[in-house]
């Protein structure tokens, strides 16, 4: 594709020949001849001197940027350019429109136009796919589940009974959504008596969520993912959760049972809430914290347990010193047992004379 | 169903209107005219005021809770009452008896009376399933397998060969029974000889496994889950481990090889275990923590790693202080250092007087 | 098999009755007459005195372990050893070759001698398939995706189009290998634009993954798992990862996006490195640690962040006595209180004088 096409379709300002052939995006460090590259982050300014690219996305930069040696799409917002160019280029192979012969699909099932449905695949009773859905091979839906429009269903995924996907949904493989919540009655005997898992699990319009998590379905009420947001892989949330909108939940986080995220909370790798909290609008966990209580919107905590972000830094770097703080609070004893007894000489003299 | 039914059913002694009609069980604070609601929390005493349920399950409470303007189902134990109430409400769709047209049951299997196995399920050769279990879609028996009467097997499980099931045991979606533990002998070049994992995996009776959790085998002995035990999503239990009777297992908890799990032990949510040690009977793991020696029996831990959680708290108030501790610390050398100054100066005069 | 064979087989010196059958491998505290037990660990030498197993491997010991009352297979390498044991009395149950009439494999996908695919796998347009790889059921393999010979690929794995898999690669259930990676760009009104995830995964030769683990593709270049490289259960590669050869990364371990792992990397259970870092070769990650910054070749790091171990395990037992610390720190500045108060007191009349 001609550089001025693609300059024109992302509508970027080009500096530089518009004649050349892009086959392909390329990170910066490894593009050749023909890529076409981007840099949104100013550590790799550098790298623009010595890039191989044909042509690079740029956005402002302050001056002391080296000028590649290439073409240039200029832009405000080189991180969009970017996805936009990538789904230019992008390998797509859509799976064929229709049922396919190795599916189950229940009789009264409702399928919208154009739905895309693979090979052994089962679709229960009375359950309604949207118009455009894919529903990739080895996927299970249950009874009654309602999955919208446009919505990508990964290999090996399983969609409970009555689970409600809104529109533009994606679930990558192995995602599991609407399995019991982890609730149990202690009986007296010490057993656990289950409590039956029958509310609801639903998750709305441009939710996607990565391979292997789990979503929990509540013994009474529901669980919800609000619009726009997106999980990572093998995430865990628990029955009886409130995931705001435009959340972004990173790897491995957990939440457990009846915790409400605000909107566009931040959740960063390994991080975990407890149960019935509140995690206001606009907070952010860092790695692997472990939050015990409600957190005030717009806070950024971290730690086990979680505290502000700030005061973590700190508290960490002072970890690190304590051996030396202990040594030093030794050493400071001894000098004050040192002043005492020398004190006590000073003053015996006194009380002599 | 008329209250005064549900209060017969539920063995509890009613206060109030028996005639009213309930259609649903909700949360105290999403409940509606015709629902019936619990509270099983003190916290949740104060919501009683104001409920619109048409009835609430109640426990003894002390005198301070307020009055409900609705009928009351009276019981020592509301949690459970609760439990069984939501049951009486279930949303039922058990799959059909029987074995679906589109699934790969080997010839040799044996099937107990009034099996339920779904489409795209594979059942290897010389496998067993006991009485009324029930299979759902695109679930994957190895060979040899042995499952026990009134088991559900949820989409998506495997379960591997020759691993052995109880009765009444609940995998859900993607859980992994059997799969290769992580054994491997490290050579003089570097590289790393797997250790062939073809030991045994017991699953006992009343055993409950959350979504996409896995259970690895071991080279020799085996792998033992122990009666009534329950464990949540994501949680990995290496080769070699036994988990006592009704342990419960928090969402991404990871025991390592080798470990024993005592009866009765409770393990917070994203906790881990280090292999080839012993947490005794009842002990408690905190959240998040790191368990990395044995644990006696009945004792609390947290931390990282993890040592008695009294103990534990202090210790995390403590870190939140710690630049303060520190500020503290060179405070006071600073006002030492002045002690020592001024001691000098003191003692000088004397000795020149 | 007799003793003597077995000796013969595993290059080991017969020490003993080498007419004895030995029907089993089983772990020194469980081992029967019959069976052939190992002690690879000093710590297990102790009960060589009273093993009830027909024959024990033994490596060099220093003298002061008790000679065991069975025959002994003498060898300098005992794991080693004991795994060749384990897999001489495996029970195997090698699927049958050929291609399963309940699978569904494009017309034009290309399969190798003996390859073995179950029942109700799906094999997408233009995929590869190299001799003698087992495909056991269930399996999804995208358009495109290469595999090499001598693979196994365990039930319900997702193995996503043009993924690229060397020769002897395990994948164990539920593994997905190539999802999208976690990659958007966040727009001005607050939502994320989904980055198209087209990039590479390449998993190369003798690599095992374990149960339920996720690898994820990037949006442009590629993500590699080199050759020799053990991965435990629930494990999260994150688009754009480099893992080195013969690297060790044990349950519940995430590694974020573009981050580099050198070879011979040992990383423990539940530890996890944030992006864009590298951690160098030979470096090793202790239990639950969160690498926040690159680690140098040959460095043993732990904690939260992690910082060199040795350092670590102080600083982790003087945070156990925080509290006791902060006590003393507040009598010591009480004392300083005294101190200067009686240098004062002592001091003043000096000036009256």
């Known amino acids: 594709m001609k550089l001025r096409d693609i300059a024109n379709r992302l509508q970027c300002r080009l500096e530089g020949d518009g004649d050349v052939d892009i086959v392909r995006v390329a990170a910066i460090h490894a593009a050749q001849p023909g890529d076409l590259t981007f ?5 790799y300014l550098p790298q623009l001197a010595t890039t191989r690219a044909s042509a690079v ?23 969009t350019v970017f996805a936009r160019a990538v789904a230019m280029f992008a390998r797509t192979t859509p799976p064929a429109k229709g049922v396919d012969a190795h599916s189950a699909v ?29 529903i990739h091979p080895n996927v299970v839906i249950g009874p009654g589940a309602v999955i919208g429009d446009d919505c ?11 689970v409600v996907l809104g529109d533009r949904v994606t679930l990558h493989n192995g995602v599991v959504a609407g399995s019991d919540g982890y609730g149990f009655a202690r009986q007296k005997d010490g057993t656990h008596l289950k409590i039956p898992q029958h509310g609801d699990v639903v998750i709305e319009d441009d939710v996607e969520i990565g391979a292997n998590s789990t979503i929990d379905r509540p013994a009474i009420g529901e669980t919800r993912i609000s619009a726009g947001t997106k999980i990572d892989n093998l995430v865990h949330i628990a029955h009886g959760v409130a995931v705001g909108r435009r959340v972004l939940l990173a790897a491995q986080v957990g939440i457990a049972g009846s915790t409400t995220i605000g909107d566009d909370v931040m959740m960063a790798g390994q991080s975990g809430v407890t149960g019935h909290i509140t995690v206001g609008d606009r907070a952010i966990v860092g790695a692997k914290s472990a939050v015990l209580q409600s957190v005030a919107a717009g806070t950024f905590v971290t730690g086990h347990p979680a505290f502000p972000h700030a005061d973590w830094r700190k508290a960490a770097l002072a970890f690190r010193q304590l051996p030396q703080m202990k040594k030093r ?3 400071l ?10 004190l006590a000489e000073c003053q015996t003299p006194q009380k002599d004379r």
Chains 1, 2, 3 share one sequence.
Do not use: M, W
């Not at 004893?333 to 020398?342: C, F, G």
């Open 152 to 162: 990508v269903i990964h290999s090996q995924v399983s969609i409970r009974e009555h």
């Open 106 to 134: 229940a009789a009264d099932a409702v399928l919208g136009p154009d739905v895309s449905i693979g090979p052994f695949v089962t679709v229960g009773a009375g359950a309604t796919i949207g118009a455009r859905t894919i």
């Open 333 to 342: 004893a001894q000098r004050i047992v040192e002043l005492e007894e020398k």
């Open 39 to 43: 840099v949104a982050n100013a550590r």
């Open 57 to 79: 996305i740029l956005g402002r930069t302050k001056g002391e940027a080296p000028h590649p040696p290439c073409a240039v799409l200029h832009t405000d917002d080189p991180y």
């Open 329 to 331: 609070l030794e050493a």
